[in-house]
Each structure stands twice: as C-alpha cells, then as structure tokens.
C-alpha cells in the first residue's frame, strides 16, 4: 500500500448522472414546461396588445399636441398607402396630418406621422373614419374608442382606447363597451 495515495484500496466512483437521474430531470422539466407554456402565451398576446395600443394613444396624443403647437386642425385617418385617407382598415395604418391651408385635403408637407400597420395581425375599429383635433386640442365632434384585438378576437387580451372630448385618450384592459 502507497502511503502518497489515500484513495489506494477504496473503490473509485465515477461523478456524474446516471441515465435513469437524467431521464426523471428531463421528465420533470417537460412537466413544468408543459405547465407554464399556456400562460406564456397569454403573456406574450397581452404584452403585443399593450404595444399595440400604445403606438395608437402615442399617435393620438402626437396629433393633440401637433394640434396646439400648429393652431391649427389636425386629423387622423385611415391610409392604407401612408399619403392619403384612403384605407379600409385602421389596422392596416394611418396618417396624421395638419391641414394648415383649411382645404381639408391631405396636400404635400401636412403629414405630421405615418403609422403603419399593425404587427401580429391584429383588428383595430373605430366608428368613424378619421379623427380630427381642433387648435384647442379637444376633439371635433363626439368622442370616439378604439377597440383593439387579437387575431383570435378574445377580448380578454385586447384594448379599449377610448378619447373624451378633450382628447385625452384612456386604455383600457379588454373590449369597449357597447354604447
């Protein structure tokens, strides 16, 4: 017996997993991954509804204050093409653009901001077509919401963005209500 080496005559176990502590980890790991993957995606369509409504109360809140700063009338309006108030949809994007001429007519140099569509396909809707901010930076006519919305249409994960009548716009967590 080597009196250097204390591990002579001991029986050396190898460290490590043995193939049946592997497979029970392993199950144990798609068990909580199974548990936690229908949550996460509710997360996940929560969080792009969030982003989603506010690109719109950002562009909202853009066109009030263009509408002070310029005293002059600013609108926003559906546009599929981002030069004029031609969309279908407000999902598919829209302008914001300051009539400083009162011809109330989009011309060259009025558009404030293009938005885009939305990502992740989801619906947008709103009564009317356009939205139009006076100098004072309240809104013309009645108040309007927008009611924003998942593919799938669970209005658990959509939005309501509602604007009174001084423009101020207000989210809110689910579908408008019916008026």
Known sequence: MDKNNPQQGRSIRNRGFTLIEMMVTVAILAILIAAVTPSFRGLLRDNQAATQANALVTSLMLARSEAIKRNAPVVMCRSDDGASCAGSDWAEGWILWADTDGDATVDSGEIVQVQEDLAGNF???????????????????????????PPDGNADYGRCVAVDVTGRPNVTKGACPSP
């Open 123 to 149: 619906t947008l809707t709103a009564t009317g077509s356009s939205f139009t901010y006076r100098p004072d930076g309240s809104v013309s006519g009645d108040a309007d919401s927008f009611e924003l919305l």
